[in-house]
């Protein structure tokens, strides 16, 4: 979509709280694939990340007539979202929390020689990209919330420490401090142990079999591999400020954005299709 100027903006959010369903539709296209992209670096899985954004969307529009345009739309929904995310508690990763000792205990003691072929004819370098796509991702899950939430605003969607420190509640001095620290954190675990992006001994293709005995991947659901990828471009157009805190975005160069999966813009239609439009008028 068009980047849209906040008089735009405003006019869909007019149009849609009158009950206009188009101009409904225009907005929640406008920001879907944002609110997709933090969900799945929020919670570490499609499936978590898909059921996350519908009720993040659903939030939006019964708060649309709470917009008021002291900030940006995308800040906004930004705050939403970010807001949801850290208090959600149905995702794997909840049941399940990892730390970065425990990832790197996996990667330095798992019995990987042992497992036998799982591939299920699927080539291994396919498998090997997928695992590295989710690893990286699951990683995350190793930082706590709010680092986590700060790591990605600030590495993926490379948000201004203005605009990301009124997000998450705190001044942008302490934001910048904050996501430095946890930039080192995590370049430092890649440097030690991953053999992909850093310099240590793990290497995806010869850990794809292991991974897929741990659930960790299946060969015959490849979402990463499946998701139709977004240019880094468009992501950073929705923002009008941002910044470059140092100098180890490089290390990072999994953080990809995706299109949210058809499935999920599916639901979203069939939403719209049955939406009874008064709700938007709550607030």
Partial sequence: MDKKTNQEIQELIE???????????TLITSVQ??????????????ADAED???????????????????S?????????????????????????PLSFEYYGDDIENGNIQDVPDLTQNVEKDILAEELKMSCTNVMLQCLDTES?????????????????????GMSPEAYRQRLSRIRKKMADFLG?????YGSGKCKCRDRVDYAIQNHRINPMQLDYMAAAEIPIKTMIDVKNAMEDIDGLSQDFSFCKPYQSPERTKHLIQEFLDSIQLSIIKQS
């Fill in 15 to 25: 149009k849609a709280t009158a009950g206009d369903k188009k101009a409904l539709e």
């Fill in 33 to 46: 694939d944002l609110v997709f992209n933090l969900s799945l670096r929020m919670l570490g899985t499609f």
């Fill in 52 to 70: 996350a954004t519908q009720d993040i969307l659903l939030k939006m529009i019964t708060h649309l007539s709470s917009f008021k345009g002291e």
């Fill in 72 to 96: 940006s739309f995308t800040t906004w929904v930004f705050s939403i979202a970010a807001n949801h995310l850290k208090n959600y508690k149905k995702h794997m990763f909840a049941r399940y």
């Fill in 148 to 168: 986590r939430c700060i790591f990605i605003l600030g590495t993926m969607f490379k948000i201004d420490s203005r605009i990301a420190g009124d997000i998450l």
């Fill in 192 to 196: 030690q142990y991953c053999g992909e």
